[in-house]
């Protein structure tokens, strides 16, 4: 089976700055990745589909990079309602794998 | 709009048997798989099971194997999670998500059904 493994487990940054996240896949997933933002009590959001692509009306701050077995979400410019945790995820046809999670707090 | 609401939740004894719902509006239900993913308290999402959307293939995660069944309802646009012989680590909040046609990405989620498995 394949792992999702993300770091950092949590990260503290301020309002303003560029906060990046990464995920590693243990063998090549292509581009077979997704990003979601979730919030307590919250079901997950998409941001990123297909390792890069933007859903459609998330905010361009939002950026995702990479393939095989690395990858990156990117943050421009970190706001107020961006304090969540972030999941990457690999799916397939039929089932979705997740990275442990990274939690951005307000430092 | 897309609209996925699960129910069901609510507290069970280990060994005890439940049944989950996710009712699906706004689009046409029949034409898309769908997936059920939990997450127990402060803990991280798992993906639990697949279903095609005409029932043809299911999958599930080897934690569930053999006690988790996933069946959908299209005339009645409903998905379904019938969980027997619960453990204490089935303890989650249960999420259906539906699988896009295209590149097989999960956009829409229902907000969650909490199952709590408690002596």
């Known amino acids: 089976d394949i792992q999702m493994t993300q770091s950092p487990s949590t990260l503290s940054a301020s309002v303003g700055d560029r906060v990046t996240i990464t995920c590693r896949a243990s063998?090549?997933?292509?581009?077979?990745l997704a990003w979601y933002q979730q919030k307590p009590g919250k079901a997950p959001k998409l941001l990123i589909y297909k390792a890069s692509s933007l859903e459609s009306g998330v905010p361009s701050r939002f950026s995702g990079s990479g393939s095989g077995t690395e990858f990156t979400l990117t943050i421009s410019s970190l706001q107020p309602d961006d304090f969540a945790t972030y999941y990457c995820?690999?799916?397939?046809?039929?089932?979705?794998?997740f990275g442990q999670g990274t939690k951005v707090e307000i430092k | 709009e897309v609209q996925l609401v699960e129910s069901g939740g609510g507290l069970v004894q280990p060994g005890g048997s439940l049944r989950l719902s996710c009712a699906a509006s706004g689009f046409i239900f029949s034409s898309y798989s769908m997936n059920w993913v939990r997450q127990a308290p402060g803990k991280g999402l798992e993906w639990v099971s697949y279903?095609?959307?005409?029932?043809?293939?299911?999958y599930y995660a080897d934690s569930v194997k053999g006690r988790f069944t996933i069946s959908r309802d299209n005339a009645k646009n409903s998905l379904f999670l019938q969980m027997n012989n619960l453990r204490d680590e089935d303890t989650a909040v249960y999420y259906c998500?539906?699988?896009?046609?295209?590149?097989?990405?999960?956009?829409?989620w229902g907000p969650g059904t909490l199952v709590t498995v408690s002596s």
């Open positions: 998500a539906r699988r896009e046609t295209s590149d097989w990405y999960w956009l829409s």
């Open positions: 279903i095609s959307g005409g029932s043809s293939t299911m």
């Open positions: 995820q690999h799916y397939n046809s039929y089932s979705g794998t």
């Open positions: 063998q090549s997933i292509s581009s077979w």
